[in-house]
Nanobody, 115 residues
Framework: QVQLVESGGGLVQAGGSLRLSCATS????????MTWFRQVPGKQRELVAT???????NYADAVRGRFTISRDNAKNTIYLQMNSLKPEDTAVYYC?????????WGRGTQVTVSS
């Protein structure tokens, strides 16, 4: 059974940092692109950052320069280092991987940034 489990969220003041983790199990995703999304209640889920199997990275404009995505294939885990956090970064953060026709999501971790 494939599972993606996010962790590391919490409450932080503006300007602070958090490091999110997404641990995967049940299948190895070292050859797959992994993605972080976030969602605010009442709004569409938005892409935050992606990292491909060859290490290519893309960021949403809103987080470029502040967030860093990385992966540790040996640990089957991806990370999202979030610095200089802003209140508008408040959201539930999800990780996602697509394996062929299958689309796997974690349950999310809440990030709340106070002003």
């Amino acid at each position: 059974q494939v599972q993606l489990v996010e962790s590391g969220g919490g409450l932080v003041q503006a300007g602070g940092s958090l490091r999110l983790s997404c641990a995967t199990s049940g299948r190895r995703f070292s050859s797959n692109t992994m993605t972080w999304f976030r969602q605010v209640p009442g709004k569409q889920r938005e892409l935050v950052a992606t990292i491909s199997s060859d290490g290519s990275i893309n960021y949403a404009d809103a987080v470029r320069g502040r967030f860093t995505i990385s992966r540790d294939n040996a640990k089957n885990t991806i990370y999202l280092q979030m610095n200089s956090l802003k209140p508008e970064d408040t959201a539930v953060y999800y990780c996602r991987v697509i394996w062929g026709p299958l689309d796997y999501w974690g349950r999310g971790t809440q990030v709340t940034v106070s002003s």
